[in-house]
């Protein structure tokens, strides 16, 4: 493997988030963990990911922190720069986890199956 860590970012409650770590650690894989809460999310990474992804796949609307917010918040976020601005603010929107592959890859979500191929 590749002396670049896996980076994997989230939030440590998440139980998506510990199931991925679980799995990666089961892999002896490498992988350094960047806490959105505790570390926000740095906006270099989030452009990286929106120009692999888009901005839609990494907004989460079905989590609590999205049907918290309110209508008008919840409508600004409905192209990438509103999209954006919301998942700088607010962190726990967006879909978990993001993963920055040593291959360059940027997934989101777990899926144990897609992951081996980044290994």
Same mark, same amino acid.
């Given at each position: ?20 770590? /679980? ?5 002896? /894989? ?32 079905r989590g609590t ?10 409508? /600004? ?5 509103? /999209? ?36």
């Open positions: 493997m590749s002396a670049a860590p896996i980076t994997l970012y989230g939030i440590p409650n998440c139980d998506t988030v510990k199931k991925a770590r /679980a799995w990666l650690a089961g892999q002896d /894989a490498a992988c350094t963990f960047h806490d959105f809460r505790k570390q926000g999310v740095p906006p270099e990474a989030l452009d990286e990911w929106i120009a692999a992804l888009g901005w839609d796949p990494l907004l989460n609307r922190t999205w049907r918290k917010l309110d209508r008008a918040r919840q409508a /600004a976020a409905q192209d990438a720069a509103g /999209a954006r601005a919301l998942m700088l603010a607010e962190p726990s929107v967006i879909k978990r986890p993001v993963v920055h592959w040593v291959d360059g890859a940027i997934t989101v979500g777990f899926d144990a199956d897609a992951w081996r191929a980044h290994l």
